[in-house]
């Protein structure tokens, strides 16, 4: 009984291992493809061995372009859809409304719309009301279906908030906006950043609104799927293995830095909240 | 700014002027419009727009103007020319389900209950793939499923596949693509009701003379409950509106509605049509949503 019981404890691992590799193998092959000198603009298969590709990524002007473009319009997107978002959730946490389940309603659809009508019904309002598409109406968009992402991200940290520091706090006479900026803030901020991070890289990688709604304004999704028509460079695979690389890294970062925090609070026990903001 | 509720009782908070109690009343709503406003006019009046769209007359064009006839007909037409691709991108999308389901479940509940201090680690391999660009992911494919590649050498070999058998450009190649894209929706969701699950319980059943299956079937299983709802429709729904795997993956012959209202729109330029298909689609997948809901409860899902 415990030897099958061991076997079957295994047996879940190992398939969780097998379909981890497939999840990992086409990151892989991004990986390796950055390394290839294809042998033409139409072949997706391992040819050469080089660093070219790696020493000159911005051999292909256009494709830079398009990722200083993606940059640029996740930023504007991330910094309006977070502000807006993290609003949106304090006053779904901290207060008691009318109209509540009505604004849970249109921060949940945008979510549980298919992205295809989304663009296709932006894309169905621009062209009626004459606004010509580009660069803004882009941003618009991504703003659009990044906020209920940042709602329920920060939403979720607030409403594992601790009340009583705060009460505490009030109990030694700071004001409320002092409360704010030394114990709310400090506290729900990594909330804030999970969520800013995860609205850019939502607005960086998104496709399919993006292509109803960019007119001519070619972002690195764009460029990526004009170019798999006519031929992909290989340095795409170089954009997309950097930025894996990037994000690995912040990943990284954030978990060595609560791992230390633990540490410290093991040592010296619970930093104070007041005290860390400072 | 006073973002913080009155406090709680016991606390008496200095009583409040007036005014004060009005602008605190006032508040939750100062805090909301920004936001709602940008849906309400970014994501519900396109949508009022779209449907008003779907009933333009379909002889107008973009160059000569739209006229507004209530062509209710659209519907009927673009079921009858399109009913095969939006049968395929439910099939195809149902098809991965099935599949996500059978490799996303034991994954999820192998970091939940088994992986131990690994936990995190692995749980940053099911995100990673969503490091990089989704189309550079899918072109990825393109390269493991290519004729001159090793899996296709490998399976001719073993004659799994005929000599002159492929993998890319069939609908394996797309259900694959769609499968592999969409996993991690349905396995954060999983993980997360999984993870909460206390291993005692199993050990109760165990006790009570349960088999592994039994006590899976009547104790994991509805106790995960929330998050296989949850991930199922976040697989779903993406994985039926997508044309991109069609498209990389694919042939026109595993088309899927996402590249008739791609084409509709962007290439055809029929406006009316490619506003009934897309209305359609939301309509069938709200359909799936909402029967959903029903059954799990909106705050669970969110």
């Not at chain 1, 930025?243 to 609070?265: C, D, E, H, K, T």
């Not at chain 2, 095969?84 to 490799?103: D, E, I, K, W």
Request: net charge positive; proline share 7%.
């Amino acid at each position: 009984m415990r030897l099958s019981r061991w076997l079957a404890d295994r047996w879940v691992m190992i398939v969780a291992l097998l379909v981890l590799g497939y999840l990992a193998l086409p990151i892989l092959v991004v990986a390796a493809l950055s390394f290839n000198r294809p042998s033409s603009r139409l072949s997706y298969d391992f040819n050469e061995f080089t660093l070219d590709n790696w020493r000159q990524p911005c051999a292909t002007s256009d494709m830079c372009d398009a990722v200083v473009r993606s940059v640029q319009i996740g930023f504007l997107a991330t910094v309006v859809a977070t502000v807006l978002g993290t609003l949106m959730a304090f006053a779904l946490v901290r207060h008691r409304f009318r109209g509540r389940s009505g604004i849970n309603v249109l921060i949940f659809l945008p979510m549980a719309t298919p992205e295809l009508v989304m663009g296709t019904s932006l894309l169905a309002l621009f062209v009626s009301a004459g606004v010509p598409q580009g660069f803004w109406t882009i941003v618009i968009a991504h703003v659009m279906f990044c906020v209920s992402f940042v709602v329920v991200t920060v939403k979720a940290r607030l409403a594992g908030m601790d009340r009583r520091l705060e009460e505490a706090a009030m109990d030694l006479y700071a004001n409320e906006w002092q409360t704010f900026r030394r114990i709310t803030l400090p506290l729900v901020l990594p909330g804030i950043v999970a969520a800013a991070l995860l609205a850019f890289s939502l607005s960086f990688d998104d496709f399919i609104i993006t292509n109803f709604n960019a007119g001519t304004t070619v972002t690195f999704p764009m460029y990526v799927w004009g170019a798999a028509q006519r031929g992909i460079p290989p340095q795409v695979n170089v954009i997309g293995t950097a930025m894996f690389a990037v994000a690995l890294l912040l990943v990284g970062l954030s978990s060595l830095r609560g791992r230390r925090a633990r540490r410290a609070n093991l040592l010296v026990g619970p930093a104070h909240p007041a005290r860390r903001s400072s | 700014m006073t973002l913080l509720a009155p406090t709680r009782a016991g606390h008496p908070p200095p009583a409040p002027p007036a005014a004060r109690s009005g602008r605190r009343r006032l508040l939750p709503y100062l805090l909301l419009l920004p936001g709602a406003a940008w849906l309400l006019i970014f994501f519900g009046v396109p949508l009022v727009q779209l449907a008003a769209a779907s009933l333009y007359d379909p002889s107008g064009s973009l160059s000569t103007g739209y006229a507004m006839t209530w062509a209710v007909g659209n519907y009927p037409d673009v079921l009858q020319a399109y009913w095969p691709q939006f049968l395929r991108s439910f099939g195809y999308a149902g098809l991965a389900l099935v599949l996500a389901l059978l490799l996303g479940y034991p994954l999820a509940y192998a970091i939940a209950q088994k992986a131990g201090r690994w936990k995190n680690l692995l749980l940053v391999c099911v995100v990673a793939p969503m490091f990089t660009s989704f189309l550079v992911r899918t072109l990825a494919w393109k390269t493991i499923l290519s004729d001159n590649g090793a899996l296709v050498g490998l399976l001719r070999d073993v004659h799994l596949l005929a000599p002159d058998g492929r993998l890319l450009a069939t609908p394996f190649a797309v259900v694959l693509g769609l499968t592999y894209n969409f996993l991690p929706f349905l396995v954060l969701p999983l993980y997360a009701s999984l993870e909460r699950l206390d291993p005692r319980l199993l050990e109760a059943a165990t006790d009570l003379y349960a088999s592994p299956v039994q006590a899976f079937r009547r104790v994991t299983l509805p106790l995960s409950m929330p998050g296989l709802v949850a991930g199922t429709l976040l697989f779903f729904i993406p994985a039926s509106g997508d044309y991109i795997n069609a498209e990389l993956l694919g042939t026109p012959n595993e088309y899927m509605i996402g590249n008739v209202i791609d084409s509709a729109f962007l290439v055809r330029l029929d406006y009316p049509q490619g506003a009934a298909l897309s209305f359609l689609l939301m309509a069938a997948i709200l359909a799936v949503v909402f029967g959903y809901l029903r059954r799990a409860g909106t705050e669970e899902v969110l």
